[in-house]
Nanobody
Framework: QVQLEESGGGLVQPGGSLRLSCATS????????MGWYRQAQGKQRELVAS???????NYAESALGRFTISRDSDKNMWYLQMNGLKPEDTAVYYC???????????WGQGTQVTVSS
C-alpha cells in the first residue's frame, strides 16, 4: 500500500523560508511524477510544483523563482523548498504521487503553512 506523509509546515513570517518533506513507503521509483499541491481556504486545490522520475520539473507561475522541488531516491523522499514566502502562500500543502504502472494518484494528509506577521 502506498502511503505519503508530509512534514515541515508551520508558521513563518513574510519573506521567510520553509522546507516541506514528503516521505513514502517503498521506493520513489514507482512514481512517474511527484509533486506538491496546495489548497487555501475557500479555494480549489492547485498544483505548486512537480518533478518526474526523469527529473523534469514544472512550477506554478506563483512558485517560479521562489520554490524548488527536489527528490532523494536514497531516502525515498521529495521536498519543496519555499523561499520568499508571502501571505498568499498560506494553505494546506499536500504531496502527491502518480504511479507509473497503475497511474493511480496518491496523496498525503496535508501540512499547514501559514505566512503571517
Amino acid at each position: 500500500q502506498v502511503q505519503l506523509e508530509e512534514s515541515g509546515g508551520g508558521l513563518v513570517q513574510p519573506g521567510g523560508s520553509l522546507r516541506l518533506s514528503c516521505a513514502t513507503s517503498g521506493s520513489i521509483f514507482r512514481f512517474y511524477s511527484m509533486g506538491w499541491y496546495r489548497q487555501a481556504q475557500g479555494k480549489q486545490r492547485e498544483l505548486v510544483a512537480s518533478i518526474t522520475n526523469g527529473g523534469i520539473t514544472n512550477y506554478a507561475e506563483s512558485a517560479l523563482g521562489r520554490f524548488t522541488i527536489s527528490r532523494d531516491s536514497d531516502k525515498n523522499m521529495w521536498y519543496l523548498q519555499m523561499n520568499g514566502l508571502k501571505p498568499e502562500d498560506t494553505a494546506v500543502y499536500y504531496c502527491h504521487g502518480l504511479t507509473i504502472h497503475t497511474r493511480n494518484d496518491y496523496w498525503g494528509q496535508g501540512t499547514q503553512v501559514t505566512v503571517s506577521s
